[in-house]
């Protein structure tokens, strides 16, 4: 008889996380343009992402029991004001937790929250070229790619192009409401 398997959690990230997400990202930063950081960032970096959720950003992780599986987060698209309802997000996930609808969980979860708030508009997400899994998850999740930059980055001995995916907060459903 097989046992049962733990179910996948995605919830807030914690500090307790942290180690476990840096090396998740520190892993794309050495081996995949998925990132165009060039030197492992550590801990602190998430840190930073952490303290900002209690400014309005948000860090899930998603788990299995106490086995960080890989996180999603919003953060401001750009510092000036008029961005203000502009969130940028990203997702990262343990090599080996890709491929099992975790992204997407990780997403259904953030972009849900993000739907839920008035102060944000729309989303932004970059995806460095090629990355079949990533488009592939924007696409399910209600992004559209809407522009491609080329050769803005250089990574791993060469060029590297970025395309960028938008997506609007859903319409609200009145449905029913009179
Ligand atoms: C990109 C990433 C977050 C996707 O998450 P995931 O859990 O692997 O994806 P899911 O299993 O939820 O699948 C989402 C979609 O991607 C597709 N997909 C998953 N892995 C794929 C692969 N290796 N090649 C092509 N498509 C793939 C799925 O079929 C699904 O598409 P569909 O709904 O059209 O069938 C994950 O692979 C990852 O962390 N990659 C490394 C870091 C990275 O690239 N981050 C994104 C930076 S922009």
């Known amino acids: 008889m097989s046992r049962p398997t733990t179910p996948v959690v995605v919830r807030d990230a914690t500090v307790q996380d942290l180690a476990a997400m840096a090396a998740i990202y520190d892993e794309e ?3 995949s343009v998925a990132t ?6 550590g801990a602190a970096y998430l840190a930073d992402k952490l303290a900002a959720a209690g400014g309005g950003d948000i860090v899930l992780v998603a788990v299995r029991g106490d086995v960080v599986l890989g996180y999603a987060y919003s953060s401001p698209f750009r510092p000036r004001p008029a961005y203000a309802g502009t969130k940028e997000v990203s997702v990262y996930l343990a090599s080996h937790a890709r491929g099992l609808g975790v992204g997407t969980r990780l997403y259904e979860v953030l972009l849900g929250r993000l739907d839920a708030r008035e102060d ?6 970059v995806v460095a070229l090629p990355n079949e899994a990533s488009e592939a998850l924007h696409r399910r999740s209600g992004f559209r790619r809407v522009g491609v ?12 192009d970025t395309a960028w995916y938008q997506r609007r907060r859903q319409p609200v459903d009145f449905t029913g409401v009179s």
Not at 36 to 41: L, S
Not at 120 to 125: C, D, G, I, L, R
Not at 149 to 156: I, M, R
């Open 149 to 160: 930059l080329e050769e803005v980055g250089f990574k791993l001995g060469r060029y590297v």
């Open 120 to 125: 944000v508009h729309t989303e932004v997400a």
């Open 29 to 31: 930063v050495r081996t």
């Open 36 to 41: 165009f950081d060039t030197e492992p960032r």
